[in-house]
């Protein structure tokens, strides 16, 4: 029995991949629990449809986060907070508070999930952040942490 997978089944498949099972496990296990359909004429032109728009899609995504990496390496990005006498500045310099300053500054949305400061930031002066903006992109920005 020839099944489509729905989703990765472990010591068997990856998603989209079309594998031969037998009618057992197929019919019994596979197919009630959504982890796959069976392999007719009809979904195996549906599976390729799909496999072509998402790598149109991944293919745009790609596009996009190039531009955005050329377009924002090598800055650096200023970000004023309170601060003590000392340098210690009150609570710790935030992703958010990065992609919110990437944003006002170039117009660009950045998931906050995918900034990592290299450590804490709990003080005054410059740090290296690194954005993580698509599995083959990362891009490192520095930051400049001034008080208000």
């Known amino acids: 029995m020839k099944i489509i997978l729905k989703q990765d089944v472990k010591n068997l498949g990856y998603k989209d991949d079309v594998v ?19 392999a ?21 995504i790609l596009a996009d986060a190039t531009a955005l990496a050329s377009k924002i ?6 970000i004023s907070t ?11 310099v935030t992703p958010l508070q990065l992609a919110q300053v990437i944003k006002s500054v170039e117009g660009a949305d950045v998931d906050r999930r995918k900034i990592v400061f ?29 008080a208000e």
């Not at 309170?82 to 710790?92: L, P, Q, S, V």
């Not at 290299?118 to 001034?146: M, R």
């Open 73 to 78: 390496e090598g800055k650096t990005y200023t």
């Open 40 to 60: 007719t004429e009809g979904n195996l032109k549906m599976l390729a449809e799909n496999i072509k728009q998402a790598s149109y899609k991944q293919d745009r």
């Open 82 to 92: 309170k601060a003590g006498n000392t340098g210690r500045i009150f609570g710790a």
């Open 20 to 38: 031969t099972v037998k009618n057992g496990y197929g019919n019994n296990f596979l197919i009630p629990r959504g982890y796959g359909a069976v």
């Open 118 to 146: 290299d450590k804490d930031i709990k003080e005054l002066g410059t740090f290296t952040a690194t954005l993580n903006l698509h599995k083959t992109i990362s891009v490192p920005v520095n930051i400049e942490v001034v």
